[in-house]
């Protein structure tokens, strides 16, 4: 990572539990910082015929196992390639000024467990916010394949615990970031850090 900061090069990750707002967090912080991609580990869900059925009778979306991680390790290593190719194929404004700064944001539910991509971050934020508010949040949002009753406290909520103590477990240094501020008090924190970030390794 170190050596891709050198050159001007930054990549974070702006990953939580589910409905932490990170998605909220990424779409601000991509109009404000320069040369900016995204890639959104959502987009590497398998298909539905390939989700494992768990004991409990849910489908285990929310493992590892459920993603094409190895897809997505190609995707980023495109970017590191050629960032400023990768930005122009996903059309993202290249500017062409001299600093030159790239900056590949990960927005994920499950990012710090693939050991690939762990060590590869300059900065690692964690959205977090309590019970309730996160099954509430989640009783709002549709997704393409809607939960039936019972997978937010019977799957959703025992895999993202399951995950952060293993993430804590494993020595993943991370910046936790308190999901129930507001979305303007959360970009600005995280702009402001970024930014620090770019200067002291510029
Ligand atoms: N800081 C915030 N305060 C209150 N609600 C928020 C905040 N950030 C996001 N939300 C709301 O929470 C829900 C989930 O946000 P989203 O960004 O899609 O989460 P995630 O991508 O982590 O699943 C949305 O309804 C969104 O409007
Ligand atoms: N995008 C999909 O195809 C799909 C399908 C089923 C469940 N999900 C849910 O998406 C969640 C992760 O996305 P968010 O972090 O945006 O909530 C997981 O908790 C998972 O249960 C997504």
Request: a negative charge; aromatic letters at 10%; one cysteine or more.
């Amino acid at each position: 990572m170190e050596d891709c900061l050198a050159t001007g090069v930054a990549r974070t990750r702006c990953p939580s539990m589910t409905n932490g707002g990170k998605t909220t967090l990424t779409n601000s912080l991509l109009k404000s910082l320069p040369n900016c991609c995204v890639i959104h580990q959502d987009d590497f869900f398998k298909p539905q015929d390939q989700i494992a059925v768990g004991e409990d009778g849910f489908k285990q979306w929310d493992v590892l196992e459920s993603l094409d991680m190895e897809a997505m390790l190609s995707t980023v290593q495109a970017w590191m390639s050629s960032p400023r190719k990768f930005a122009r194929a996903h059309g993202v404004n290249v500017q062409l000024d001299a600093s030159d700064t790239h900056i590949l944001i990960l927005e994920g539910f499950l990012l710090y467990s693939y050991k690939p991509l762990v060590d590869l971050y300059s900065r690692r934020y964690f959205l977090t916010v309590p019970y309730e508010e996160c099954k509430w949040r989640r009783s709002t949002r549709r997704y393409m394949v809607p939960d039936p009753p019972g997978l937010f406290d019977g799957h959703v909520w025992p895999m993202y615990q399951k995950y952060k103590r293993e993430m804590e477990a494993n020595g993943v240094e991370v910046v936790y970031l308190d999901g129930m501020k507001s979305r303007e008090e959360l970009f600005h924190q995280v702009l402001e850090d970024i930014q620090n970030s770019l200067l002291n390794h510029s």
